[in-house]
């Protein structure tokens, strides 16, 4: 899954949330864009750290390769995605806020004048999360599985992630709970399963 495409439809959908957020502040004084900015990223970021994990270490678990090997490759996705996924999410609010500034420097503000998303706020929360998201598959793989169970304990455990955070992502989003969860889990099972076909026919071949 590619964490651009995540990142981009994924500030579309919550400056939505941001904007409901915002209506119902009158009953819940603890709404705020900067705190929707916090779960937007957080939750983006766990999902992505869950797929893009998960689909390394299952394709190089596919290859019939050792579990040193498996650890370090997952390893080295978990690190260099975290790190991506924070950078990219860095610039991509920090765009999202002077977008805000010039509009309410031009009297057309998009939210709350004093209520700009903060970018660092965002780049903190996608690296943890996606730390974190990404822990889930790497922890399980290099359990003392046989090798035979190995994958489809690991492919169980991400799919069960996978609907936690499409939940998550419902619901502060207002948009439907099964949708959402569909979408995670038949999106990341993809994701596995082409990995996984890809590793067990360079696996043969090499």
């Known amino acids: 899954m590619s ?8 500030l579309v959908m919550w400056r939505g949330a941001q904007r409901r957020g915002r209506q119902r502040a009158t009953s819940s004084p603890h709404v705020s864009s900067a705190g929707l900015n916090w779960l937007r990223a957080g939750v983006l970021g766990a999902n992505d750290g869950i797929v893009s994990v998960a689909a390394t270490v299952v394709g190089v678990a596919g290859a019939a390769a050792p ?3 498996i650890a370090l490759a997952g390893g080295a996705a978990l690190v260099a995605g975290a790190l991506s996924m924070a950078s990219g999410e860095y610039v991509s609010v920090s765009s999202q806020r002077d977008a805000e500034r010039v509009a309410a420097s031009a009297g057309r503000p998009i939210g709350e004048p004093d209520d700009f998303t903060n970018p660092w706020h965002a780049a903190l929360a996608s690296l943890v999360a996606f730390t974190v998201g990404g822990l889930v598959p790497l922890l399980v793989v290099l359990a003392p599985w046989s090798v035979a169970a190995r994958v ?3 492919f169980g455990s991400v799919v069960v992630a996978l609907v ?3 939940w998550a992502s419902s619901r502060f989003t207002g948009a439907s709970h099964t949708r959402s969860i569909l979408r995670n889990v038949l999106g990341g099972s ?3 399963a082409v990995t996984y076909g890809v590793g067990a026919v360079v696996g043969v071949r090499l």
Request: glycine share 10%; charged share 10%; proline share 5%.
């Open 3 to 10: 964490t651009t495409a995540t990142r981009l439809a994924g």
């Open 67 to 69: 579990t040193k090997t």
């Open 152 to 154: 489809p304990v690991t």
């Open 164 to 166: 936690l955070t499409g």
């Open 190 to 192: 993809l994701a596995m």
